[in-house]
């Protein structure tokens, strides 16, 4: 379940099993193209995958490094834990907590620079 404070406008989730863009927050989500609110317990993060760090303009710099406007993240994989991504510094140092989810990144993108990641056309 996704916490109507977890996210914001422009967060991409995982609504029936396809992306979404939120539209509007309130107890309630509604994703872009659609009319009707949607209830959060039926929402689900969008799993972080390298497709999404591409489309958000990062670029791999080595095999598990990303880098985007001088911000650096470890991408890894544990059996346990999935698919994940380290916030880093510059000296290679993980900070903070992993992220699945793409709204994770862009949370803490806009948190790191006051600016949101440009959001990919969704189909």
């Not at 760090?53 to 080595?62: I, M, Q, R």
């Not at 290679?92 to 056309?121: D, R, W």
């Amino acid at each position: 379940m996704i916490s109507p404070l977890s996210i914001m406008r422009g967060s991409i989730l995982s609504y029936e099993g396809k992306p979404q863009i939120v539209k509007s927050i309130g107890e309630y989500i509604m994703f872009e193209g659609k009319k009707e609110w949607i209830g959060p317990s039926l929402v689900n993060g969008e799993p972080l995958s390298e497709e999404w760090l591409f489309k958000f303009g990062f670029y791999a710099n080595s095999s598990a490094w990303f880098e985007r406007k001088g911000f650096l993240f470890l991408w890894g994989y544990t059996e346990e834990f999935g698919h994940f991504l380290h916030f880093a510094d510059s000296d290679q140092t993980i900070v903070g907590s992993a992220m699945k989810y793409v709204h994770q990144l862009q949370m803490l993108c806009f948190s790191l620079t006051g600016e949101h990641l440009n959001v990919p056309k969704i189909k």
